[in-house]
């Protein structure tokens, strides 16, 4: 326990000497007690090895008073503990990040709500400057123009970073190529895997539907995937081989991925614990057994699973994705021959902020468009109804009746108008928003958006 030879002889280990206390004060205490009761039990005290490191020791002891005045003598039983304090220390860590991060998570919500609220007076503003801009004005009025437009970007901006953080683990989803990302992962452990006798085999599929979802946050499930399974290969037998698979599944329509490693497997009675948070198996300070319940968490949010197979050869891991059913954009389009120019098309802008609906409707009829406004899904209904259009450009979130239900009405009564249907919204990433979008096929622009991106669109759709 003190880093003695066991050869050496006991008196020379002296465990109460005075310089073997690390707090001088601590052996005056100690003395005291073990004096006045004449025994402890469980006395905790942090002490010198010979190498001067430090331990924790738990000490049991009791005092004998020599009857002929001689040196008294204490009968001790000491327990080194420092492993222990240790795992108490950890285990203070661990409950200090879960309470960071639940205060993160309230005050990313209301960030979060705040930045909602900035992005329609945001995009108001910048629809109105980029209009005027356009405009013949004087130096002066163009120069503050140019910063009121500048400015209202950098705002625009500070939003959209600050929507990240609040997001924390809902950040930025995308279409993305799984196999893909299990190039860009695997690329992150090659040289590793070269020094430490990995080889790895990757069968992955051509022509894999893309899935949407967040990039990172796939990396990050598959490189704790890849990293379990050498860290269990390598302790078991020092090489390994490790192979990853990619396929579709036609009939659940999603895209797989298989990790696939031939180490020690695990256990039966582990197997149900595997992805409980802070289960591991790795000493204390190699694994924090949050690596699998973080991988969890991602895949359930995008809507996937993860499972384990294991046996004799080694444990594979299949994870899911729901493959994202693209732009529904039919090959051979139904409609008839598209017009030459698209200016003169009718276009109703539903809305239900003014400004911005007033700001929107003004830069159409700008740009040579026929437009009509409506100020919530109800009123859109109404007005297609009685009107003809060939585009519209819709606000998700409304009252009475919302974008994605009007979205619904509209594909019944008027399906070929329903393909020209553009979604402006704030930020959707990981809401029901985000499913109805990536379903529906629809194009859509983030809120706020540049006047230049709403024509662009405007006139892609109506090709
Ligand atoms: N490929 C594998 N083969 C055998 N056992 C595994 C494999 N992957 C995971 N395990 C078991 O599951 C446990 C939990 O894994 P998890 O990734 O959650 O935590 P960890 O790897 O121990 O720590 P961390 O990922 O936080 O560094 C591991 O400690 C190990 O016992
Ligand atoms: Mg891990």
């Not at 953080?165 to 809902?170: E, I, P, V």
Request: aromatic share 6%.
């Amino acid at each position: 326990m003190f880093g003695y030879d066991p050869a050496a002889s006991p008196p020379a280990v002296r465990p109460f000497s005075a310089d073997r206390f690390v707090d001088p004060q601590a052996r005056e205490a100690f003395l005291a007690e073990l004096t006045r009761d004449g025994a402890v039990a469980d006395y905790l005290l942090r002490l010198r090895r010979a190498d001067e490191a430090t331990v924790w020791v738990e000490v049991t002891a009791t005092l004998h008073q020599d009857p002929d005045g001689g040196p008294p003598q204490i009968d001790a039983i000491l327990r080194d503990v420092s492993e222990r304090r240790k795992l108490e220390d950890r285990g203070r860590d661990l409950s200090h990040q879960l309470l960071q991060s639940e205060k993160m998570a309230a005050l990313g919500q209301t960030v979060s709500g705040v930045a909602h609220e900035l992005n329609n007076p945001l995009a108001t503003i910048l629809t109105w400057a980029e209009r005027l801009t356009g405009r013949d004005v004087d130096a002066g009025t163009r120069r503050g123009l140019e910063t009121i437009l500048s400015e209202a970007e950098r705002a625009a901006k500070i939003v959209r970073n600050l929507l990240t953080f609040a997001r924390k683990r809902n950040t930025t989803r995308a279409l993305v190529d799984v196999n893909a990302i299990v190039r860009d992962t695997l690329a992150l452990r090659a040289y590793e895997q070269r020094v430490s006798n990995v080889t790895t085999i990757d069968a992955l599929a051509g022509g894999l539907p893309q899935v949407f979802a967040d990039p990172n946050q796939m990396k990050q499930v598959l490189l704790n995937l890849v990293i379990n399974a050498e860290q269990e290969m390598l302790a078991a037998h020092g090489r390994g081989t490790l192979v990853t698979r990619t396929w579709y599944d036609d009939e659940a329509e999603m895209v797989m991925l298989e990790i696939s490693d031939d180490g020690p497997g695990v256990p039966d009675e582990v197997q149900s614990k595997i992805f409980d948070p802070f289960f591991t198996t790795k000493a204390v300070g190699k694994g924090t057994g949050l690596g699998l319940t973080m991988a969890y968490a991602i895949v359930e949010e995008h809507g996937g699973q993860i499972r384990l197979r294991s046996g004799a050869g080694g444990a594979s891991f299949f994870v899911s994705f729901p493959a994202a059913a693209g732009p529904r954009r039919p090959v051979a389009a139904p409609v008839p021959l598209p017009p030459p120019a698209t200016a003169g098309s009718a276009v109703l802008v539903v809305e239900d902020e003014p400004a911005l609906a007033t700001a929107v409707t003004d830069a159409l009829r700008d740009a040579g468009y026929e437009v009509d406004h409506a100020e919530d899904g109800q009123a859109a209904l109404e007005r297609i109804r009685e009107t003809r259009f060939d585009l519209v450009i819709c606000d998700l979130k409304m009252p009475r009746l919302d974008g994605p239900a009007f979205f619904r009405v509209l594909s019944k009564e008027q399906p070929a108008l329903a393909r020209h249907v553009v979604f402006v919204t704030g930020d959707v990433a990981g809401t029901d928003a985000e499913r109805f979008l990536t379903e529906s096929g629809c194009r859509w622009l983030p809120k706020p958006f540049r006047l230049t991106d709403l024509l662009r669109v405007t006139e892609d759709v109506l090709r």
